[in-house]
Each structure stands twice: as structure tokens, then as C-alpha cells.
């Protein structure tokens, strides 16, 4: 374990000897009348819409309870519209951000906390050291067990969303099949505005011919290994436009991934046609992007997620992860998976194994992803 969270595990053992009890024992048959309940999902924008079709399920077990959400404190702009929840809690890294979080959970006085994904223990400690009963869900840190009422173990090779399910299941074992789908709802009266606001500041060309065609690159992803090469996309950027005269390709990507944008755009070499907004949007500014979108090529990150959320067409890159994991799970009519075997056979890509040195993705060529973006143009007739 991190010397850093030493710690903090023996601060939540000094609070169980101190109250002299342990963490009550978890009942879902006897437990049905939850009125406070704390979701915590504080990882990556995917891991979190993963989790609303289980925060979902929640509201519908218990229409009336006071359900608030624990998310990372940069995505709380991004949540906070969610339809079935009460309110945001961010959550925050260090010592500084235990004590922010169990400033705003002690005064909750919550029932349960429903564990569906945090990679970082604090979390959960900060809802044992809050005083809250039930500590519910799936825990990455064996360490860290004695923390939970009841763990959770979903099968691994389960759909993320379902193993999200699988959770909630624990809790309201009765319930009939659960809807999969992610929620993230976007206000349709900003998006034009929104849209006309980024594309002055861009100086994207939308006013100019109404047959515009917008296809979205997403080149960057957390981890290199997901990345397929820059070179492919400039590649398929210029075949895009040799093929259609009214497509243009707007590059997405963090303020981290500017250099990367900036040499897919130099690359593909046509300055009217092709934008970079890596660094460009805000967090509520980008859903509202990619709902313009024709389709987004895009490796397996965040920005496939939410657009598969919001029902924009994609085509999805996958080698050093898998599609049946973490790929599109509704409205599988209109997103189309390249999906290529490891040469490693590994089950999951790792900092400690990865004989491919990152080139695993490189896999996926680039006449085959141009192949199936043909497919998309005569079926839709341009």
C-alpha cells in the first residue's frame, strides 16, 4: 500500500475501536426503507456515465430518498444535471480533501453509501469516518475490505454497466431487469448557441454551407496503449475530405493534448477543413459539440462514452481494451466497433507486461476504418 494512505487506514481503524462497534452488518431483505443515500463513482468521465444507468435503478427503488452523487470535483459541472439525484458531493484528493469531504457528508446524516467505482480508497474511509451504516459496493483495494458492509464482486468480464448493476442488485434484490442505458442530459435550447459561440471562436465555417458535414477525431485517451497512431488519423483525415467536398473533421482532446490536435491538423494540411478544439470547449460545452456531430472516430475514452450517451454515431477503436467491456451497450445500430486480438494474449494491457511496447493499436489500419466510414456514406447517401 501507498505510504500516503497508511494513514488514512489507520484512522478508520482508530474510529471502529473508538466507537466500539463494528460497521453494521448489511440485511437487503431487512433494510428496505433507505431515505439517504450516497453514490460514490470519482473516477474518469466513462467510469461515471458507467454508473448512472445504476443510479437510475436506485431513484426507482427509492423515489422518495435524498440521493447525492460523490464525483471528481472537476467533472461536478458535468453530473450535476442528472435527473435522479439530489446534489453533487466533489470529491477531492489528500488530506485537505477528507476533510472538505467529511465536512459535507457528516451533516447528510446518509443511510447508506453505494460503492460503484472509485480507484482511490478516501472515499470510502470518509463515509466510515462520517458515521454512515452501510458501506455497499465493489472494492478495489483488498486492504481496504473490513471498510464494507457488504462486498460486491461483479464478474470481470461483464459489461461495465452491468458490473455497476450488479451492485445495485445487492441492494434490491427483487428488482426485474434494469435499463443499461447512460444518462446525460444536455439543455437543446443551448446547443445552438453554444455551437455558434465555439465556432466564432474557432473560426469553423458553419454559416457558410448548410450541407456541412461535421466528423469528430478523438486521438488522445488516459493511457497511451488505447491511443491509435496519429499517423493513422492524419491519414483517414485526408482521405475523409478527398472523398467528400462538404465534410470537415474538428479534432477533440484535452489542454494536454494540444501538441497532439495541432500535428493531426498540420498533417492533414488543409487549414479551411479541419479545426482543432483540443483545450478549446469547457466540460459543459463539449457534450453539446458532439450532439453536431455526423460521427465520431474516436479510441476507447471519455469522449466515446458521451457520445454514445447522446446518441451520436461512432466508430470505435479497440486493441488494448475491450469493446465488450467497455464499448457501446445501446443503439448498437449506430456505432460501429474495429476491435483487433492482443499478439500478447494478456486479458488486460499493464504498465508491468506490455511486450507490444504501445503498438498494439497500430493493429487496426487505416484502410479498414476508412472502409467502414465508406459504408457510412453510401448508406446515408452522400
Known sequence: MKTKYKSFFLSAKLYKRKTGKPLSDFNPSGHNDYNRILVLSTTAIGDTLFSTPAIKALREAYPSAMIKLMVRDRLCALFKSNPHINGIIPFRKGWIGLYRMLKEIEPENFDMAVVLHTSDPLPVVASVLSGIPYV?????????????????????????????????????????????????PIDSNKTEDIWKNVSLKTGIPIEKNVNIRLIGFQPGAN????????????????????????????????????????????????????????????????????????????????????????????????????????????????????????????????????????????????????????????????
Open 136 to 184: 455497499v459496493g465493489k472494492c478495489l483495494q483488498r486492504e481496504f475490505d473490513f471498510l464494507y458492509s457488504k462486498k460486491v464482486v461483479p464478474n470481470p468480464k461483464d459489461h461495465t454497466i452491468e458490473r455497476r448493476l450488479t451492485v445495485v442488485r445487492e441492494i434490491i434484490p427483487y428488482s426485474e431487469k434494469f435499463s443499461c442505458r447512460m444518462i446525460l
Open 223 to 382: 493511457e497511451r496503449f488505447r491511443m491509435w497512431p496519429a499517423e493513422n488519423f492524419i491519414s483517414l483525415g485526408k482521405r475523409i475530405l478527398e472523398r467528400d467536398s462538404n465534410s470537415v473533421i474538428l479534432i477533440f482532446g484535452s489542454p494536454k493534448e494540444r501538441s497532439l490536435g495541432k500535428a493531426i491538423k498540420r498533417g492533414i494540411n488543409n487549414k479551411e477543413r479541419v479545426y482543432s478544439l483540443c483545450g478549446k470547449t469547457s466540460i459543459t460545452e463539449f457534450p453539446h459539440i458532439l450532439k453536431k456531430l455526423d460521427f465520431l472516430v474516436t479510441n476507447d475514452t471519455g469522449t466515446l462514452h458521451i457520445a454514445i450517451a447522446l446518441e451520436t454515431p461512432t466508430v470505435s477503436l479497440f486493441v488494448g481494451s475491450h469493446s465488450d467491456r467497455n464499448g457501446p451497450y445501446q443503439d448498437r445500430d449506430i456505432h460501429i466497433v474495429i476491435e483487433k486480438e492482443r499478439p500478447c494474449k494478456e486479458d488486460i494491457c499493464s504498465k508491468k507486461n506490455r511486450p507490444c511496447k504501445l503498438a498494439c493499436m497500430a493493429l487496426i489500419t487505416v484502410d479498414e476504418v476508412a472502409g467502414k466510414i465508406q459504408n457510412i456514406y453510401e448508406t446515408l447517401g452522400w
